[in-house]
């Protein structure tokens, strides 16, 4: 029965999104994306994050260090700057559950790489020889293979961290021979920092930071533009009121703005106001 309720819930708020959607003239979800970078904001901090990548990719560098609270945009910065690459770089293998044994990251890296045809929890130098053979390989094939690594704060074997350096070992003559961007919550850095060697190889560290109100209101006006939005449906307080309740993160951002449309379709109203807007945050507890 609680399961049922639980469908029956979810099919309700779906099916009024799509008339929400109807009813404020939208094409498409305004704050949710459909794909990766879709509905990319070029935000100060943001943007000086992706023109680095670009230059660590480009120059074929050893490693980078992303950095940013919980909800800042890190996980769908990265998505939008692969999403952006081209050949020579790749293949990229995506690590998202990064706690892992040294053996186990290197095999797993290795099928990310293309060769699936060593088996689970093979002996350590087996994985290390098909590792070898994968950047040589990419390396005769002209590209170069991009590795990221996200929440990688939650790494707390001391043995990841060393494997991590001794692999960026790994050249082809004065280049990397393959690029690890290391993306986490600001303890991160302390993280690398007790890993002098791996430190080192950091070409340079991104901070990311939450949007500016001119920025969450710039923000709020290109998603709801990028859905079709012909005239302003958040007045001009309600985005100062939703920049000072989310604090300017994304995930807060777009959160309480697909509440608000859904309220504000509910409510049958013309342009969503700041009491909108302050009833969501209290029940999305993000009322400040």
Known sequence: MAERL???????VESARVMYEDYWQLTRPAFRAQSPGEGYFPAQTH?????????????KQPAALMVGD??????????AFLSDLGA????IATVLVPQLQPNELVGYLVRKLGDDSGLTG???????LRWEACLETWRDAGRHPVIVIDDAQTIEDRHVWQTLQL?????????AAFSLILCGQPELVGQIGRCPALHDRLAFTCALQPFSLEETAGYVRHRLQLAGASSPIFDEDAIERIH?????????INRLCDFALLVGFADQLEQIATEQV???AEELQLAA
């Open 88 to 91: 020579p770089a790749g293949p």
């Open 6 to 12: 639980r469908r029956d819930f979810v099919s309700f």
């Open 167 to 175: 692999l960026l070992n790994y050249r082809h003559g004065d280049t």
């Open 70 to 79: 919980a909800g800042v945009g890190k996980s769908f910065l990265i998505d």
């Open 244 to 252: 000072h309740c989310t604090r300017g993160f994304p995930r807060r």
């Open 47 to 59: 943007r000086a994050a992706r023109l680095k990548l670009r230059y660590l990719i480009e120059q």
């Open 278 to 280: 302050d009833a969501v």
């Open 122 to 128: 093979e002996p350590f130098d087996h994985s290390l």
